[in-house]
């Protein structure tokens, strides 16, 4: 077993499971769960949750466990067991739908993807590669995009760590220019460059204040990214198959559909199943 920090998280690494824990931010969604079970028979399936459900309680953390299509024992063992307790924990179904593309052509301008800039009071708009300075504006499209219930303080960090790692990680922004004279970022895009394979990257995210959603935005600052960055590699990206709107933005760019995974997400209470 390996054990490592990530930031504040504790990573626990096993031939069984893939586990993190936060003990500085309980509620923290993305830094307190277990996934990638590969267990070697179904009758363990019991002695690790139970070790798992200790380990968070121990710390008062809730338990969260994501199982995908390549998990062993299957899904519907898993989805079994945790049916067994009753409703110490909620089931979520999901399916995401894996796309690919490569770098949009160049002489694609674009602005030309944005719309209805009366609707804001702006002028005009223009995109820019999101540096530290832009940091707070980062967050506020974020947390306002994703409704984020774990406060800021985690994506802050976050945010700000992959601005320093340069490298691997891009980012663009769109902003409009009101009548007011004011610049305000509206939609950000990531695209994470993989360093051990050249030939990869993953479109990790775009956000839109939804305040500013349905003009064409988020295309621009996604273009823009792809323009500058993708270089020749295959860009994968993921999104859930309930976002119609979102995959028809991807396919305007150029993305095809590769194929779907699914997984179900199992988040515990407090008063989660003790032993």
């Excluded at 931010?25 to 009758?43: A, G, I, K, V, Y």
């Excluded at 695209?191 to 775009?206: E, G, M, N, R």
């Excluded at 960055?229 to 309930?242: K, M, W």
């Amino acid at each position: 077993m390996e054990m490592c920090k990530l930031f504040a998280t504790a990573v626990e690494d096993t031939p069984e499971y893939l586990a993190l824990f936060n003990v500085d931010n309980p509620m923290h969604h993305q830094s307190n769960f277990t996934c990638r079970f590969r267990l070697q028979d179904e009758n363990d399936i019991h002695r690790v949750i139970r070790d798992l459900e200790q380990k968070y309680h121990k710390d008062n953390l809730v338990s969260r466990f994501f199982v995908d299509e390549l998990s062993t024992p299957s899904m519907d063992v898993f989805e079994a067991h945790f049916k067994s307790l009753g409703s110490s924990y909620t089931i979520t179904h999901c399916t995401d739908v894996i796309m690919k593309g490569k770098r949009p052509d160049q002489s694609i301008d674009p602005l030309s993807m944005v719309k209805n800039l009366e609707a804001h009071q702006a002028t005009s708009a223009s995109t820019k590669t999101a540096t530290k300075v832009d940091l707070e504006a980062l967050v506020r499209v974020f947390a306002a995009a994703f409704d984020n219930q774990d406060g800021t303080e985690w994506l802050r960090i976050k945010l700000a760590k992959q601005l320093d790692m340069s490298e691997e990680f891009k980012a663009t922004v769109t902003q409009i220019h009101t009548t007011s004279g004011e610049t305000i970022i509206t939609s950000v895009s990531t695209l994470y460059l993989s360093p051990t394979h050249p030939d990869l990257a993953l479109l990790q995210i775009v956000a839109s204040d939804p305040k500013y959603q349905r003009s064409g935005l988020a295309g621009a600052s996604t273009l823009k990214l792809l323009q500058d960055f993708a270089g020749d590699r295959t860009v994968y990206l993921e999104v859930y198959d309930d976002i119609p709107h979102a995959q028809k933005l991807y396919q305007q760019l150029g993305f095809e559909v590769a194929g779907q995974f699914k997984f179900f997400r199992a988040d515990g209470v407090q008063t989660t199943h003790l032993i």
